[in-house]
């Protein structure tokens, strides 16, 4: 299934790329996230003008994360070009707080969503009101991206 979700994250990046997107957001996390942002860093290796920008809750995110978990969240954020982090410690609407900074800040919205609640729910239901083309690559369509967005 990884490599599956990687090859769709990385057909979306090509599509994206050829319309002249070249900044790509995603939220710090464990899954989903990770996988994001590597497939953007590997993208990156043959195209050196593309950009990943880490946006985190809170600086103590990986608090109670893996270890390994831990250290590729630091390699990522080390390889990305930018962070954003609106909040030092954990609070209630942190997480609401990084999805409205990933959604006001992008027209495209690449997911996993498989359920109907939850923050990724809350997430992708606030990029549809904001207007944003949503991808969701948990319906298991099998072509690429095909809107004229920019992230």
Same mark, same amino acid.
């Given at each position: 299934m990884e490599q599956y979700l990687? $090859? $769709?994250i #990385?057909?979306?990046i090509n599509y994206l790329y050829s319309n002249n997107v070249r900044t790509?957001?995603?939220g710090g996390a464990i899954g989903f996230d990770a996988l994001a942002a590597k497939a953007v860093l590997k993208c990156r290796e043959s195209r050196s003008d593309i950009r990943l920008i880490v946006v985190m809750?809170?600086?103590d995110q990986t608090k109670g994360w893996g270890q390994s978990d831990i250290d590729a969240h630091e390699l990522i954020n080390r390889l990305a070009d930018g962070a954003i982090c609106p909040s030092? $410690?954990?609070y209630?609407?942190?997480m609401h707080q990084r999805n409205r900074i990933l959604v006001d800040n992008s027209s495209t919205c690449i997911c996993y969503l498989t359920q109907t609640e939850g923050?990724?729910?809350y997430t992708v239901n606030y990029a549809r009101v904001k207007g944003l083309s949503v991808f969701n690559l948990a319906k298991g369509k099998k072509h690429s991206i095909i809107s004229k #967005?920019?992230?």
């Open positions: 990687t $090859r $769709r #990385t057909d979306g790509f957001l995603t809750p809170c600086q030092e $410690r954990y209630s609407g942190c923050g990724t729910a #967005t920019h992230l």
